[in-house]
């Protein structure tokens, strides 16, 4: 059982930066594929980014070159860096998790674990 808990949304200018947290516990991070997806109003859940210790991450292609995700295993903490942020990148960011496998998931509903959500908003 893993738990996660997200933290540092808030509200920015478009172009502004942005660096959410997600603390894992119960088990350690470093055994599961850790990611990131995001829900706006009225649309369904999408993914940003997955990461696993030892591969190179991977990225929806709507964030990359903007967003770099990263992990400290020591913490059992993921971390989404998010840089000129577009007001399309407003959304609740969650924090997910799954066993690992032989690839990466980008479908909610591969993953197993999910936190509560971090909200992000980004005017123009």
């Known amino acids: 059982q893993v738990q996660l808990v997200e933290s540092g949304g808030g509200l920015v200018q478009a172009g502004g930066s942005l660096r959410l947290s997600c603390a894992a516990s119960?088990?350690?991070?470093?055994?599961?594929?850790m990611g990131w997806f995001r829900q706006a109003p009225g649309k369904e859940r999408e993914f940003v980014a997955v990461?696993?210790?030892?591969?190179?991450?991977y990225y929806a292609e709507s964030v990359k070159g903007r967003f770099t995700i990263s992990r400290d295993n020591a913490k059992n903490t993921v971390y989404l860096q998010m840089n000129s942020l577009k007001p399309e990148d407003t959304a609740v960011y969650y924090c997910?998790?799954?066993?690992?496998?032989?690839?990466?998931?980008?479908?909610?509903?591969?993953?197993?674990?999910w936190g509560q959500g971090t909200q992000v908003t980004v005017s123009s």
């Open positions: 997910a998790a799954r066993s690992l496998g032989w690839t990466y998931r980008t479908k909610s509903t591969d993953y197993d674990y």
């Open positions: 119960g088990r350690t991070s470093s055994n599961y594929d």
């Open positions: 990461s696993r210790s030892g591969t190179s991450p």
